[in-house]
Nanobody
Framework: QVHLVESGGGLVQAGGSLRLSCAVS????????MEWYRQAPGKQRELVAT???????DYADPVKGRFTISRDNAKNTVYLQMNSLKSEDTGVYYC???????WGQGTQVTVSS
């Protein structure tokens, strides 16, 4: 079973930055595409960013230009750099293997206005 462990969340003021990390226990990490999702209180989980095994990236409209997804295959880790944070970015952030069924525990991001 694949394990995903997110970290790096916290409380930050609007306009600030955070960098999330997700360690993935997979022997084929360099061959899988990874995603970051988030879930705000009372809302459905939504896709935020994707990075393919070929390092192609895609972003949800609300975070374009502010968030950057990246990966380090040597460390089996995917990152989400979040800049110019807004209160509406508040939520629990999860990483996910595209097409997979495993989820980590998530990491809480709270942006104060």
């Amino acid at each position: 079973q694949v394990h995903l462990v997110e970290s790096g969340g916290g409380l930050v003021q609007a306009g600030g930055s955070l960098r999330l990390s997700c360690a993935v226990s997979s022997r084929i990490f360099d061959n899988i595409s990874m995603e970051w999702y988030r879930q705000a209180p009372g809302k459905q989980r939504e896709l935020v960013a994707t990075i393919t095994r070929g390092y192609g990236t895609d972003y949800a409209d609300p975070v374009k230009g502010r968030f950057t997804i990246s990966r380090d295959n040597a460390k089996n880790t995917v990152y989400l750099q979040m800049n110019s944070l807004k209160s509406e970015d508040t939520g629990v952030y999860y990483c996910h293997i595209m097409g997979g069924s495993s989820w980590g525990q998530g990491t809480q991001v709270t942006v104060s206005s």
